[in-house]
């Protein structure tokens, strides 16, 4: 885009055209990637994927109390022993 403007300043009749210009490379590279799957053979693939699921258990809780509780206390400590300014002005 900038090549075709060779260095003169942008107009508003250009300005305007910038989504159309977005929405055509966008068309594009999904074209490109659709064909480059349907090459490798994407679209009769079985099960491909390696994830693993991993469901949320009650140590995730914990975890994420604790974490809550040890931020909380940091800073209410900082807040107490003056480590902490507000700076509000």
Request: glycine fraction near 6%.
């Amino acid at each position: 885009r900038r090549v075709r403007l060779a260095g003169r300043r942008e107009r508003k009749s250009d300005a305007l055209s910038l989504p159309i210009y977005l929405l055509a490379g966008a068309i594009r590279r999904a074209e490109r990637a659709s064909l480059s799957m349907v090459v490798r053979g994407l679209e009769e693939a079985d099960n491909r994927t390696y994830l693993v699921k991993s469901p949320w258990r009650q140590r995730d809780t914990g975890y994420v109390i604790l974490c809550a509780v040890l931020a909380a206390s940091t800073f209410a400590l900082s807040v107490f022993y003056g480590f902490f300014r507000w700076d509000l002005g």
